[in-house]
């Protein structure tokens, strides 16, 4: 809702770093093994503020920041999850009030409504 990302501290520490969401980027990052083989994909935050990397999966890294940009996007519905399922409602009803602005991000992730019938109230109002 703010722009920002959180991510853990380096050194396992209990804090989490919060930044604004502009001041990272993040990559996919080919990984080797001890003969320089290709071992397959991480995907990678770096920090410009902290100047710093870090891993954030090791697998399916696509799908991985798909979900992290579909939950962060305020703009998009509420991820698939039950523990979403609380908070579904009153998140439809922001997004009403807003006429249903566009994602500020591109995702693999279809992103829709959690029922047809406010699929149908979406695209009647916002055309998307």
Known sequence: MNGTISYPRLFFSR??????????????SLDTG?????TGFSL???DRKQDFAWTLANSDVERY?????W?????RPLPF????????????????KEGFPKP?????VPTDEHTPEQQAMRRRIAGW
Request: glycine share 4%.
């Open 44 to 46: 990678v935050l770096r």
């Open 104 to 108: 500020l991000y591109p995702s693999f």
């Open 15 to 28: 804090k989490q770093e919060t930044v604004p969401f502009w001041l990272v980027t993040v990559y996919k």
């Open 81 to 96: 999850g039950d523990v979403f399922h609380p908070y579904r409602q009153t998140d439809f009803d922001r997004r009403l």
């Open 71 to 75: 939950y962060m996007d305020k703009n």
């Open 34 to 38: 001890g003969d320089f083989a290709p």
């Open 65 to 69: 920041w798909s979900f992290m940009v």
